[in-house]
């Protein structure tokens, strides 16, 4: 028997299925031609960053448009990096965007998907076979170097300014003949395994990045560990295994990993196979002062998914954004289709963003605020109830407890031509009404404007009450004039302006001393339609209350 099998069998005795025994275990998906299979293959940190959604709504998007299939697969070999219940937080992180699988884990123990296991660690003896291939034709090899003897090599290249790696002459284990490994094995030293590279680094390779089109790069050289002292692969070499075996057509994700490119695709070629269709995806870029960098999960909390959640964004109006972001036609496609999902749009790889993008909050805001202005009250009230139910159990019950009130409330200047656009979230709803529901409503501050003399606020207060307050919206406004005409305020706008000297004020100002006595703001929605669903009772109370203060 040859050398290379007798190695391969001592390191791997239990090995019995081969390469070719799991290739018909998991034959090709009968999809379309064009059908695109994509995936998302995130390590358990329960973590979702806002690029990590960018990338699995592009992905799960193309899959869908081509009826094609998206899957979850879970990437555990890097057991630090797992925490507890991290698929399940993945799983529902990306379900509040609407992000779903056809195949993969359902939780943290089942799964669905004829391609599984779907998590890596589950795989060990598939990834075994691939190795024991690749040593039984010398392109794997047991590296017995320790800790200490790699740092010695990283020192060593770092002072002579070599580039940093196991290659060439540096790969000291490399030309061990097998027949010395098999000793060294039986004589229970410890070892990993590593791939024999046939790269050249002085060699360039051109890719065909699918949406970043042609790349050259050198070709890889380094040895990296395909198999680790735990028996689990190392990432790339999953890599191979997974998407060649579940047949991915288009590896989507981040551009941070453009720079293992080479490897992947000699990996792939080493075993003969066509590699999956590249597209890494540009970052997302911060502006801060003047300083355009990379979003960071350290630095910024706008890098959580869950970010958005918390704050109460409608995950429509996340993913119009990421849309708009990605795809340079989805803007105006979507100012032409507005009442359409953006679902319904159709994404192109080619229109996608080359360069980083830059991450705008403002705009998302406004996106946020547009979307939200369309809402039915009734709908917006829903999502409001949902959403406090899970951050603010006391104001979820005053929103159960007066719904028609709270949905009135909603509704003032909504479901018009021109929607009032000042929610951006579900949490700006407390900000912005919270002084409608008596239970919130005790102000510390009253913001006061142009009067505020105390007597003269009661004045106006008691006189509008006792003599001009109605609940016919007609009638309302002309009634705020009488009130000023008695006063000595300018009922007429015009004529102030021509002598503001006769005038104790306008009628501006009487109107701001009401809304802000009412409510403690001086910005309010429309101050007719809020008396109106407070009712003569408790406006009268609010106004008793600040008086007799
Ligand atoms: N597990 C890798 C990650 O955490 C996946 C990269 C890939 O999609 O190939 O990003």
């Known amino acids: 028997m040859n050398e290379y099998k007798i190695l391969a069998d001592l390191i791997f005795p239990d090995v019995t299925l081969t390469v070719e025994d799991y290739e018909k275990k998991y034959p090709c998906r009968d999809l379309d031609e064009k059908a695109i299979v994509s995936r998302y293959a995130p390590s358990p940190t329960g973590f979702i960053h806002i690029g990590a959604l960018l990338a699995t709504f592009t992905s799960s998007t193309f899959a869908r448009q081509t009826n094609g299939k998206f899957y979850l697969r879970i990437e555990d070999t890097d057991t630090k990096r797992t925490i507890d219940n991290g698929i399940n937080k993945i799983i529902d992180g990306l379900k509040e965007y609407d992000i779903t699988f056809d195949e993969g884990p359902t939780s943290e123990t089942e799964e669905v998907g004829a391609y599984g296991p779907y998590i890596q660690s589950n795989r060990r003896e598939i990834y075994h076979a691939f190795i024991k291939r690749l040593i039984e034709e010398g392109k794997a090899y047991p590296c017995f170097c320790s800790p200490e003897e790699l740092e010695e090599l990283r020192e060593y290249q770092t ?87 579940m047949h991915t057509t288009h590896v989507i994700r981040g551009d941070e990993w453009l720079a293992s490119l080479p490897l992947h695709v000699q990996l792939f070629e080493m075993f003969g196979y066509k590699p999956p269709k590249y597209c890494h995806i540009s970052p997302l870029m911060k502006n801060e002062n003047g300083v355009v960098r990379k979003l960071s999960k350290r630095k910024d909390p706008e890098c959580a998914a869950s970010f958005y959640h918390e704050l109460g964004i409608p995950q429509e109006a996340v993913m119009l954004y990421l849309a708009t972001i990605t795809n340079s036609n989805f ?18 790889f080619s229109k996608m963003n080359k360069s980083g993008a830059l991450f705008d909050m403002d705009k998302l805001n406004n996106i946020s605020k547009i979307y939200i202005s369309r809402l039915k009250a009734t709908d917006l009230y829903e999502r409001a109830l949902k959403y406090y139910q899970e951050f603010d159990q006391d104001f979820y019950n005053l929103l159960l407890n007066n719904k028609e009130y709270s949905i009135n409330l909603l509704n003032i200047e909504r479901e018009v031509p021109k929607p009032r656009k000042d929610i951006a979230n579900y949490s700006d709803i407390k900000k ?28 106006i207060l008691n006189t509008y009450m006792e003599k001009y307050y109605t609940d016919v919206k007609e009638e309302w406004f002309s009634k705020v004039k009488e009130l000023c005409d008695e006063l000595g305020y300018a009922s007429d706008m015009k004529a102030y302006k021509l002598n503001p000297e006769n005038y104790k004020g306008n009628v501006a100002d009487v109107s701001t001393v009401l809304r802000v006595a009412l409510t403690s703001k001086a910005m309010t929605p429309d101050l007719y339609e809020l008396m109106h669903l407070l009712g003569k009772e408790r406006i009268l109370n609010r106004y008793n209350k600040l008086t007799n203060k």
């Open 159 to 245: 002072k002579k300014k070599m580039r940093i790696g196991y290659y060439g002459h540096s790969a000291k284990c490399r030309n061990i003949s097998p027949d010395e490994a098999i000793e060294r094995i039986k004589n229970g030293e410890k070892y990993i395994i590593r791939l024999k590279s046939p790269g050249n680094f002085e060699n360039k390779v051109k890719f065909n990045d699918v949406i970043r089109g042609q790349i050259e790069m050198p070709e890889n050289d380094i040895d990296i560990v395909i198999m680790k002292s735990d028996g689990l692969p190392t990432y790339h070499f999953a890599h191979l295994v997974d998407d060649h075996l």
């Open 331 to 348: 803007e105006e496609w979507y100012n032409q289709n507005q009442e359409k999902s953006y679902k319904d749009f159709k994404f192109e």
């Open 432 to 459: 912005e009404f919270w002084y409608m529901y008596d239970e919130l409503f005790n102000p510390t501050e009253y913001e006061f404007k142009n009067i505020t003399d105390e007597e003269e606020i009661k004045t």
